[in-house]
T-cell receptor
């Protein structure tokens, strides 16, 4: 299994541009989520999904959209990038939602918005 | 929010045991306790989790207090590779439970 994969690894955007961060998992996990991590901080939950076709907002959802059309993929869309969205983005998955299951994290996408 | 209290930093010597404490006084009966760690420039990595009983796996042991208001992650023999930020998290075991990260404990391991 490749586990949780994220692309790209690095990205530089100009203010106002849009882009999609890709996340995929090959473990047939129902639950997937996106976090952002700012320098020196812990991770903050952006959006999550408990299964295909179902998404919900986390702690910091503004400026981001998600969709879950398949079990494997959970892309994160930045609608109009702002410098405040400069961060490292992590995708995670687990078998089901809820903390009775361990979560697996991807390697991250480092995004800079100028 | 599911709030935990952890020391900001700890130091250990290589090949010695390390006990990382965590307070979670607002934990409820259905909340699981998770530990993750994050090595520099990497994504978080699952370490261990438990509900009521002490738990062991190949990476670590988790000791949960009888009242469940605190727990301790035990690394039996620290290696240089164990230098990381360790996050203690608790949350609902059923659906809608999400990992809510705090700032964690930065563990340094001296050779």
């Amino acid at each position: 299994n490749a586990g949780v994969t994220q692309t790209p690894k690095f990205q530089v955007l100009k203010t106002g541009q849009s882009m999609t961060l890709q996340c995929a998992q090959d473990m047939n996990h129902e639950y997937m989520s996106w976090y952002r991590q700012d320098p020196g901080m812990g991770l903050r939950l952006i959006h999550y999904s408990v299964g295909a076709g179902i998404t919900d907002q986390g702690e910091v959802p503004n400026g981001y959209n998600v969709s879950r059309s398949t079990t494997e993929d959970f892309p994160l869309r930045l609608l109009s990038a702002a410098p405040s969205q400069t961060s490292v983005y992590f995708c995670a998955s687990s078998l089901y939602s809820g903390l009775s299951y361990e979560q697996y994290f991807g390697p991250g996408t480092r995004l800079t918005v100028t | 929010d599911a709030k935990t209290t952890q020391p900001n930093s700890m130091e250990s010597n290589e090949e010695e045991p390390v006990h990382l404490p965590c307070n979670h006084s607002t934990i409820s009966g259905t909340d699981y306790i998770h530990w993750y760690r994050q090595l520099p420039s990497q994504g978080p990595e699952y370490v261990i989790h438990g509900l009521t009983s002490n738990v062991n796996n190949r990476m670590a042991s988790l000791a949960i207090a009888e009242d469940r208001k605190s727990s301790t992650l035990i690394l039996h023999r620290a290696t240089l590779r164990d230098a990381a930020v360790y996050y203690c998290i608790f949350g609902y075991g059923g659906s809608q439970g999400n990992l809510i990260f705090g700032k964690g404990t930065k563990l340094s391991v001296k050779p």
